[in-house]
């Protein structure tokens, strides 16, 4: 048994590439597949990936989307397809293993959901198994696109799609995600520049439709005009024509609306790096993403595929999808939000017939209140479906969101599952069970937040803080001059995560984590060491298009100087590490 937990981040990249490799071979052994995958932006681009990967084989494919796997539709598949089909799952499949062993048929699962059951799949490529977050190291696209360039090197063109992916899975550019984005860059197939988070348009339409950031002038037109004549902004530009100091104008705009909210996870949504895919028909990431959901919610999944595999006729009718499914539900969020309780350890909306309940989660605890865990309970179609998020720091003070849907909705007769920071569940019909589920799930997440249930510590015992530090060092006089270690740490805006302080000497910065518990200065610490190595590798394969080369020594250095840090914080707190596992 390999244990994964001590392993390396690379490591572990190096063991999910491996999974990839056996399935690619699996695959390339079989002539007719059956693809199957979940229908939101992430499945969707997994399935361009794999239908480009198969054609490019030589391979016949069919493809099924399913918003869900249940038993039904996997009779039909088994009854619909002959046994030496191969079954390729993307992006779903893994939280069935139940329902998938009725398949006579040989399994592969490229998935990044967390696993449930023993799985019947001959191949299972799965970052979890190998000790990656599947909620944001990579996404189901990511892992189709490793065993897509697994089955052939020249099929680094698809990364942009892989890119798409995480974005429409809200994911971060760390680990396997930042290497694919780095591969892609390399490749010439995406660009990347700062700013809002937002598709392209003109500012007075994208701001009056964007829900991503919520902000409190979205969707009010004389709110969205007077901000930006605030700006001295023409309302009419488009927003990817903007000069940097525009665009830097607009951001710091935004991100001061944001900061009340105290939330890493908003400010992070809100203002970054853009990606500009140059294979792709629409070239902004949030643009393909955002179209593409709301292709795979409205079941227009042919459109979908046949805008990623570079139909032109596909793109007007769904951009026509997308702005009608932004702007309801901008006008959906004016009407719900306002209706959301409150409890002890969770906040929730109860509705009935909501469209776009995950959309509500995201926005609710990223816009609204992002202290709880957030669960839209909706009542739709005999059922009741739930959709619950959580945040990193939540996710850091111990919260597992996929445990406690499942284990509340097992309580009252349901299902569910999912990540830790995003999970969704069914319930039976009815305001009691949604009474009981409400009340088992406050209880379940009451625990896993309560500080002693994870420590195993016993209660009145006085807390110990500890500290550890990171220290990134410029080493050489380039270095020296540009303040290439103060620049790193200030990008890492450690400042905004608790606990954390940071201070700057000459000839480096240094980064402060303090709690009472050392799981998360690890945990904490792990994080900043990844987002600074990924940063620094997409300012490095960034700065390489650029040809300019000074930033490529300010990114090399800050990495240098990451493992004697790293390692002198566990070799200071070594003796406490029996107490985090
Ligand atoms: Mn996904």
Redesign the pocket.
């Given at each position: 048994m390999v244990n994964y937990k001590s392993m390396p981040e690379s490591e572990k990249i190096r063991h999910l590439k491996k999974q990839a490799d056996s399935a690619a071979r699996l695959i390339k052994q079989h002539r007719h597949v059956c693809l199957v995958t979940?229908n939101?932006s992430?499945?969707l681009t997994s399935a361009a990936i794999m239908i480009q990967a198969f054609k490019r084989e030589g391979m016949t494919y069919y493809h099924k989307i399913f918003p869900k796997l249940d038993a039904g539709h996997v009779s039909v598949l088994a009854s619909s397809y002959p046994e030496d089909f191969l079954m390729v799952f993307c992006?779903i499949g893994s939280g069935q293993s139940e329902f998938l062993s009725v398949l006579p048929n040989p399994i592969v699962i490229l998935d990044?959901h967390v696993p449930v059951g023993k799985s019947p799949a001959k191949v299972v490529v799965n970052p979890i198994t190998v000790g990656l977050e599947g909620s944001y190291m990579i996404?189901?696209a990511g892992v189709s696109y490793l065993t897509a360039r697994a089955m052939n090197p020249a099929n680094t063109d698809l990364s942009s799609l892989a890119v798409v992916?995480m974005i429409g899975?809200r994911q971060l550019m760390v680990a396997a995600n930042a290497e694919i984005l780095d591969e892609a860059i390399q490749a010439g197939v995406v660009t990347v520049r700062r700013g809002l988070k937002i598709g392209d348009g003109n500012l007075f339409d994208v701001l009056m439709r964007t829900t991503e950031p919520y902000l409190d002038i979205t969707g009010r037109p004389d709110e969205v005009r007077a901000f930006l004549a605030g700006l001295d902004l023409d309302e009419n530009r488009n927003i990817r024509d903007l000069t940097d100091a525009e665009t830097e104008r607009l951001c710091q705009a935004v991100l001061s609306k944001l900061e009340p909210l105290n939330s890493p996870d908003a400010t992070e949504a809100a203002v970054g790096d853009i990606y500009y895919l140059k294979n792709q028909l629409v070239e902004n990431v949030f643009d393909l993403a955002g179209l593409l959901d709301s292709c795979g919610k409205d079941d227009e999944f042919e459109t979908a595929i046949a805008l990623c595999l570079g139909d032109e006729t596909a793109v007007d009718k769904m951009f026509e999808l997308y702005r009608t499914v932004q702007e309801t539900l901008v006008k959906n969020l004016a009407v719900i939000l306002p209706t959301a309780k409150s409890i002890e350890n969770v906040s929730y909306i109860y509705g009935k017939d909501l469209h776009s309940a995950g959309n509500i989660s995201t926005t609710y605890i990223r816009y609204v209140c992002p202290r709880k865990p957030f669960v839209c309970l909706n009542e739709y179609d005999g059922m009741i479906r739930i959709s619950a998020r959580g945040t990193r720091s939540l996710i850091k003070e111990g919260l597992d969101l996929s445990v406690a849907v499942k284990q509340a909705a097992e309580s009252v007769g349901g299902s569910g599952g999912g990540h830790n920071i995003a999970s969704g569940g069914l319930l039976p019909t009815g305001a009691e069970t949604a009474g009981n589920f409400m009340t088992k799930l406050n209880e379940i997440i009451g625990r896993q937040l309560s500080p002693d249930e994870r420590n195993g510590a016993p209660n009145n015992m006085p807390p110990v803080r500890m500290t550890g530090t990171i220290r990134f060092i410029d080493e050489t006089d380039d270095e020296k001059n540009e303040k290439a270690a103060e620049k790193m740490v200030i990008s890492l805006a450690p400042d905004n995560l608790y606990g954390t302080e940071t201070s700057f000497y000459e000839n480096y910065a240094e980064i402060q984590i303090t709690s009472e518990k050392f799981g998360s200065i690890l945990a904490t610490a792990d994080d900043l060491l990844m987002n600074a190595d990924g940063a620094a590798r997409v300012k490095k394969a960034s700065q390489k298009t650029a040809q300019s080369s000074q930033s490529v020594q300010a990114s090399r250095s800050s990495q240098s100087s990451q493992s004697p840090s790293s390692k002198s914080l566990s070799d200071d707190e070594s003796d406490e590490e029996s107490d985090d596992e």
């Open positions: 979940h939101d992430d499945g992006d990044h996404s189901g992916g899975d």
